[in-house]
Every structure is written in structure tokens, then in C-alpha cells.
T-cell receptor, first 116, second 115 residues
Framework: GAGVSQSPSNKVTEKGKDVELRCDPISGHTALYWYRQSLGQGLEFLIYFQGNSAPDKSGLPSDRFSAERTGGSVSTLTIQRTQQEDSAVYLC??????????????FGPGTRLLVL | AQKVTQAQTEISVVEKEDVTLDCVYETRDTTYYLFWYKQPPSGELVFLIRRNSFDEQNEISGRYSWNFQKSTSSFNFTITASQVVDSAVYFCALPYNTGFQKLVFGTGTRLLVSP
């Protein structure tokens, strides 16, 4: 079946502009995650959605970052007033509902963001 | 705090050699999970294995095997008879907290397999 898809695959923007990154999870996966991968920081957790529960936003680096998930499926990560340090690959993952046993997360190909 | 250390930044081998990627972790949890992911040049993280701390039995899947040792807090990954297609960055990870899905990743080990 189809995996996690993300768009755009690449995004170049100017400092100060807003960007929106999109993630389409695997069908049936109720959990959705955003991570960021950069040279200096490695792979960092950003935010986690599970069903209708309040999202875990503990990894968002600043209030310029926000994310929403509409209809329990597609998610959009928004970065306002982008800064050069926001340049990174933004990875989305999805999984089956976590229960007593943690489940594997399946990742999309990422969106490579470059802020000039 | 949860921490994953992958001390090997880069490993280069010739095809058909065996190679072991090291992963050492720190956790405050008594029960926990560990994961390995592969990131090929295409960039997509590919799930390889999930292990829980109850089970220290080694696992083999084709050319891949994993050695989990709680006594040394290690979860090492061995590729037998490596192939060029194994060239990738490999990440070890564990959850922030028991029951929480968000993962703490190691810094990754880049494996280069040359023909």
C-alpha cells in the first residue's frame, strides 16, 4: 500500500517568509509525528498527534512553529517568519495507535527546507 | 534522561565483509523499547526492527542480526556479507518515556560498502 507522503519535496524560501509543509499519513494510521533532521542537531522530535487527543507539542523549538491535523488524517506544519536556522529536512511519520506495546513509526521522504 | 550513543560516525567496508554497528543507550525506564532505522541516500527512514527490554534473545533476519544486552546497555546491529545496497546511515532510537511514542535518536552511523 501507499506509504507516508510529504509535499513539497524541496522548498526554498527567503528569511522572514512563512512556509507550510504537508504530510499525508498511511491510511489507518491514527498517530502522526513530525521530526526535523539537521546537520547540527541530528534527528529531533517536534510534535505528535494521536487521534482526537491534544497534540504533544513539547518538541517545537519556538512559537513560530505550529502544526495541525485536519480530520485525523493530513497534517500541515507551518513555520512563520522563517530563519536560516530553520533550514533542515522535515520528516513526517505515522503509526498505528500506540497501545501497551509501542509500535513502529513509518517515515515519509521528507521536505528539504532551505531558508536563504 | 534518555540518551542514545552511536560512537561510530562512519564505517567503510568492502562488499561481503561483516560489519557491526554499535548502539549504547541510557534510560531511566525499567521497561523500554529500542529501534533501528536505516536511511538510504534517498532520505527516507526505513524501519528495521523493534525490540523490547523483556526479551534479550538475539534476533536474526536474513543477513541482519541484532545483539541486545541489558547488562551493557547495548543493542548492536550486525550485517553479514554486506552489499553495496546496504550503504546508508543507520540510526538507533528509544522512546523519551515508557508508553510515549516520540523517539530519541542517536547521531547515526554512515555505512559505506564498496564493491
Amino acid at each position: 500500500g501507499a506509504g507516508v507522503s510529504q509535499s513539497p519535496s524541496n522548498k526554498v524560501t527567503e528569511k522572514g517568509k512563512d512556509v507550510e509543509l504537508r504530510c499525508d499519513p498511511i491510511s489507518g494510521h491514527t498517530a502522526l509525528y513530525w521530526y526535523r533532521q539537521s546537520l547540527g542537531q541530528g534527528l529531533e522530535f517536534l510534535i505528535y498527534f494521536q487521534g482526537n487527543s491534544a497534540p504533544d507539542k513539547s518538541g517545537l523549538p519556538s512559537d513560530r512553529f505550529s502544526a495541525e491535523r485536519t480530520g485525523g488524517s493530513v497534517s500541515t506544519l507551518t513555520i512563520q517568519r522563517t530563519q536560516q536556522e530553520d533550514s533542515a529536512v522535515y520528516l513526517c511519520a505515522s503509526s498505528l495507535p500506540p497501545g501497551q506495546l509501542l509500535v513502529a513509526q513509518y517515515f515519509g521522504p521528507g521536505t528539504r527546507l532551505l531558508v536563504l | 534522561a534518555q540518551k542514545v550513543t552511536q560512537a561510530q560516525t562512519e564505517i567503510s567496508v568492502v562488499e561481503k565483509e561483516d560489519v557491526t554497528l554499535d548502539c549504547v543507550y541510557e534510560t531511566r525506564d525499567t521497561t523500554y523499547y529500542l529501534f533501528w532505522y536505516k536511511q538510504p541516500p534517498s532520505g527516507e527512514l526505513v524501519f528495521l526492527i523493534r525490540r523490547n527490554s523483556f526479551d534479550e534473545q538475539n534476533e536474526i533476519s536474513g543477513r541482519y542480526s541484532w545483539n541486545f544486552q541489558k547488562s551493557t546497555s547495548s543493542f548492536n546491529f550486525t550485517i553479514t556479507a554486506s552489499q553495496v545496497v546496504d550503504s546508508a546511515v543507520y540510526f538507533c532510537a528509544l522512546p523519551y518515556n515508557t508508553g510515549f511514542q516520540k523517539l530519541v535518536f542517536g547521531t547515526g552511523t554512515r555505512l559505506l560498502v564498496s564493491p
